[in-house]
């Protein structure tokens, strides 16, 4: 197995910009040593490579996961972020902190959308224009 060269940040960094880090670390799949004075504490490593190390017995559902997310991507529903969506996501990350993101996710999660916002994705994938349509506009 091939692991990344580790990046090292202080405690107190990790502390602040941990959504950010992880998501470079799922992205990118570099390891995130944590330092406490200096000293190496922990690492942060991405979910992929903490599978692959762990035990066949505590791994019994990656299987599954693996079987969804493969259906899923051979249906078109799932796909890998974009260089400009992972841009944007940091960008975000920079600009709203934690408490901030969890005040968001939780009005977002109150949100009651009719149709649904599955539906509402499902269609809009299957969505073609009409002749009539495109004239109009």
Request: glycine share 2%; charged share 30%; hydrophobic share 35%.
């Amino acid at each position: 197995m091939v692991i990344k060269a580790a990046k090292r940040i202080p405690a107190t960094t990790a502390k602040t910009h941990l959504g950010r880090i992880v998501q470079e670390v799922a992205t990118t799949g570099r390891p995130v040593i944590i330092q406490n004075r200096g000293d190496d504490q922990a690492v942060i490593i991405s979910l992929h490579d903490f599978q692959r190390l762990r035990p066949a017995e505590e791994s019994h559902l990656a299987p599954e996961r693996e079987r969804v997310q493969a259906a899923l991507r051979s249906a078109g529903l799932l796909s890998e972020p974009t260089p400009e969506m992972r841009r944007r996501a940091a960008q975000y990350d920079d600009q709203h902190p934690p408490d901030e993101q969890e005040r968001i996710l939780a009005e977002l999660r109150n949100l009651h959308l009719t149709p649904s916002l599955s539906q509402i994705i499902l269609e809009s994938r299957t969505w073609r224009p009409s002749l009539e349509s495109l004239n109009e506009e």
